[in-house]
């Protein structure tokens, strides 16, 4: 009697490895954010990397695993390096607000509008987090530098702190819409540094303003 055949064993699936892991996490936050996660491909992230799509697909089982840990680890860093600067009492109020304005600049210049496209017409979920993210955090950490700043007789006592960050939420939201940075045509971060600085230089006493003004450079 003949032997029927037998189908061969699946080829071993690589054991997810936190190096490779972390690799593929930065290679994909350098794409997306650059050209937008609609245009870049598996196959793309995988050449990048030098490494096999099984081994890609066996730590991110597709693009949509990778924008949701791209967009957690984006929101965890931004929680983390605010809180620190605005919490940070050894240094003065102006330095961390010329801090805390660096930081979040340089955390939107990682995003194109291309990236925010890709957001808000493809995955409407993740761009509605992002934007309860930052309605979240810019109020937390404005509320306690511009509260420190009143108390320093640096922010002008007769403005609202929670009218403030209010503003600065919904200017924000507003201006990084897909459709207004066509219009404006300017980037994300250049957007939000507009923003912050008028606000900022607009609360502050005479003596806040000559602080800030003597502060350092961003």
């Given at each position: ?48 990397l030098?490494?096999s ?8 089982p ?5 924008i949701?840990?791209m ?16 919490e ?51 109020p ?12 320093a007789?640096?922010v ?8 403030i ?54």
């Amino acid at each position: 009697m003949t032997a029927k055949p037998t189908t061969p064993p699946p080829s071993p699936t690589p054991s997810p490895d936190p190096s490779a892991f972390a690799r593929i996490a930065a290679a994909a936050r350098r794409q997306f954010t650059a050209l937008g996660f609609h245009r870049t491909t598996m196959d793309d992230l995988a050449g990048e990397l030098g490494m096999s799509k099984k081994t890609l697909y066996a730590h991110f089982p597709g693009k949509e695993a990778l924008i949701s840990h791209m967009m957690e680890s984006k929101i965890t860093e931004v929680r983390q390096g605010t809180r620190a600067i605005v919490e940070d009492e050894s240094a003065p109020v102006v330095e961390r607000a010329h801090r805390l304005m660096a930081f979040i600049v340089r955390q939107i210049s990682e995003i194109s509008p291309a990236f925010l496209r890709d957001l808000e017409r493809h995955h409407p979920a993740l761009f509605a987090r992002m934007e309860s993210v930052r309605a979240e955090i810019l109020p937390r950490v404005w509320g306690k530098l511009l509260a420190d700043g009143v108390a320093a007789g640096l922010v002008r006592r007769e403005l609202d702190p929670a009218f403030i960050s209010e503003m600065v939420v919904t200017t924000v939201q507003g201006l990084l819409r897909p459709a207004v940075l066509d219009r404006l045509q300017l980037p994300p971060h250049e957007v939000v540094d507009r923003v912050l600085t008028i606000v900022f230089t607009g609360i502050l006493t005479p003596a806040g303003r000559k602080a800030y003004e003597n502060g350092p450079s961003r």
